[in-house]
């Protein structure tokens, strides 16, 4: 399995989807699977059991992967390798790429879809750059324990396929 890891609006379900059909692999992206096994939007998820609730869901439905056939490319969560023993169980069962973007590309993709977004959605745009920045600078140090990183720009689905 190839894990992509990065801060929400990184871009991991767009080039996970990409990477995994130029490999002729399954997709898989984390979110999704979690709401289709527990039948609740993320959203919903968060309002009724909390940012607590929905991480316990997150690590059921990715350690639920072992169970898995066919090799896959996996989009995780913003937040997945932060919690629990998450990154370590990802290195451990597969291969981890962190898409490193810089703050104001993420504040540039993820303004228009906070409302999408439980974490984002009541930052005030005084406040929403200084957020993005402190919660990425907090989430980084998981990050880094990805086994390779791709920097932003043009060649990002080069870079990931000659890291591969």
């Not at 969560?77 to 810089?102: A, E, K, S, Y």
């Not at 906070?114 to 993005?132: G, N, S, V």
Request: proline residues 4%; negative net charge.
């Amino acid at each position: 399995m190839i894990f992509l890891v990065g801060f929400m609006g990184s871009g991991k379900s767009y080039w996970g989807s990409r990477l995994a059909k130029s490999i002729a692999w399954d997709f898989v992206d984390l979110d999704t699977l979690i709401e289709q096994k527990t039948g609740l939007s993320i959203p919903e998820i968060f309002a009724l059991h909390g940012e607590d609730g929905f991480r316990l869901h997150e690590q059921d439905c990715l350690h639920s992967l072992t169970e898995r056939l066919e090799p896959a490319v996996i989009a995780t969560g913003g937040g997945t390798p932060c919690f629990f023993d998450n990154m370590d169980w990802m290195n451990q069962h597969g291969t981890t790429i962190w898409l490193d973007i810089p703050v104001d590309t993420l504040v540039e993709r993820l303004w228009p879809e906070r409302h999408k977004r439980p974490l984002l959605a009541q930052i005030p745009e005084t406040d929403f750059t200084t957020f993005i920045k402190e919660r990425l600078d907090i989430r980084c140090v998981w990050y880094q324990e990805a086994q390779f990183s791709v920097a932003n720009g043009a060649e990002l689905s080069n870079s990931l396929m000659q890291n591969l």
